[in-house]
């Protein structure tokens, strides 16, 4: 058994009083989902390709016969609007041209125009992907001209052959006299222009309206029958686009863009915060670690410090080179010492002094000469003092040694 295919496309039209949405596959013919009041439309959420058939108030729908090749029919269409004192754009989505038949290097063509109006949505944050002219949703009668409502707006669409040529809104709000005589104008201006070909009769999907009066008037057959169902158009058949829908989308890209920007930049500041919050926990972790590190090492250097000062106490006790003994044996090394009496002698590990008698002047002169230049009492700095010499020529000497920087 094949499988039926999910509805792809969301066709909104406007009935004959109201705005429907019609869903289905492109090229089918759809199936009624929702209506909505005349003044307001919107595209559902769960659509994936959107169309919005406009009424035939928004278009110039006219036909021409065009002389030229098939390359330049838009050129030469846009021409014959600006003959007619018709404005609109110069662009594909402005202006669609079709060539309905050719004829002697003629082309009859169908000219469809967006007017500048602005577009029946009330929700634009979901933008049609295509436009498209009501008219052309239905399958029209050939060689015809059919009658139907838009929003309480009479309108006529004239078809040569299958191919709709003609479509405008009617002045008149009823199928009465005035109606018929606007049609009989209609159709004299494009039997004039010689783009209307042979009708065959009036088909009417609307309930008023006198068929024997209608064809009384007209001079065509006419008949009533039942607004068929309307088929969603091919993806790609049309280009058109409202100006302000164009507007609209840019405003929307624009927008994305400057989300897409706001939100890239936030997340970039997002990650510099988290990547400094990391490096700053994982700083705070180490200096925790190493202030626990320092705390569990804190006794230990202090016993080792209170160890380093004992130890500083106790070398001089402990250290033969720092004996008292041993400076007092250096200080009694040199020769002339033998002769001196030493009277005073005091030493720390900074300062040295030494108070004493010698049996000549010559003698405690070169006892303080010995004493400098001694290598184990280098690292003092002497300075000597020699007093009165007494009558038996004996002399008292005084040296003092300040250790050196």
């Known amino acids: 058994m094949a499988k039926t295919r999910k509805p ?34 919107r595209f559902s959420r769960d659509s994936q390709r ?85 008219a052309l949703c239905y399958p029209l009668v050939a060689n ?16 040569s052959g299958s191919d709709l040529i003609y479509c405008t809104p009617l002045s008149a709000n009823r199928l009465d006299e005035h109606a018929l005589s606007e049609l009989n104008n209609i159709c004299l201006q494009l039997g004039f222009q010689r783009v209307l070909g042979r009708l065959e009769g009036i088909v009417l999907w609307v309930e008023d309206g006198d068929t024997a009066q209608i064809q009384r008037v007209t001079g065509l057959p006419a008949w009533r029958s039942e607004l068929p169902p309307p088929t969603l158009p091919e993806k790609g058949s049309t280009l058109l686009m409202p100006v302000d829908l164009n507007l609209e989308r840019a405003r929307q890209a624009t927008r994305s863009k400057t989300r897409l920007i706001a939100f890239t930049v936030g997340a970039a500041l997002a990650a510099c915060i988290a990547i400094i919050a990391t490096l700053t926990a994982l700083a705070l972790q180490e200096r925790n670690k190493l202030r626990n590190e320092v705390a569990a090492l804190m006794p230990r250097a202090s ?68 004493l400098t230049a001694n290598e184990n009492l280098a690292h003092f700095t002497w300075t000597s003092k020699t007093g009165d010499i007494a009558a038996d020529n004996s002399t008292i000497f005084e040296m003092k040694g300040e250790l050196g920087e």
């Open 8 to 41: 792809t496309t969301e066709l909104l039209l406007p009935s004959s009083s109201v705005w429907q949405s019609w869903i289905g596959n492109d090229g089918d013919t759809g199936m009624h989902s929702a209506d909505f009041t005349a003044q307001s439309a």
């Open 50 to 134: 959107r169309v919005l058939a406009l009424p035939a108030t928004h278009f110039w729908a006219l036909p021409a016969w065009l002389k030229g090749s098939s390359e330049h029919l838009r050129s030469m269409a846009q021409l014959h609007l600006e003959r007619m004192s018709v404005k609109c754009g110069e662009g594909e989505d402005s202006v669609q041209v079709r060539s309905i038949s050719e004829k002697d290097d003629a082309h009859l063509t169908r000219i469809l125009a967006l007017k500048d109006l602005p577009t029946p949505l009330d929700d634009l944050a979901r933008l049609p992907d295509e436009v498209t002219l009501h």
């Open 144 to 159: 015809s001209l059919t009658i139907f409502r838009e929003l309480d707006r009479l309108v006529v669409a004239i078809t």
């Open 303 to 370: 016993r080792v410090a209170e160890h380093r000062r004992t130890w500083n106490e106790a070398a001089p006790a402990v250290d033969p080179t720092c004996w008292p003994q041993q400076m007092l044996l250096h200080c009694l090394e040199s020769e002339a010492s033998k002769e001196s009496t030493i009277t005073h002698w005091e030493w720390t590990p900074e300062l040295m002094s030494i108070t004493g008698r010698m049996p000549s002047a010559s003698l405690a002169l070169h006892y303080q000469q010995e």
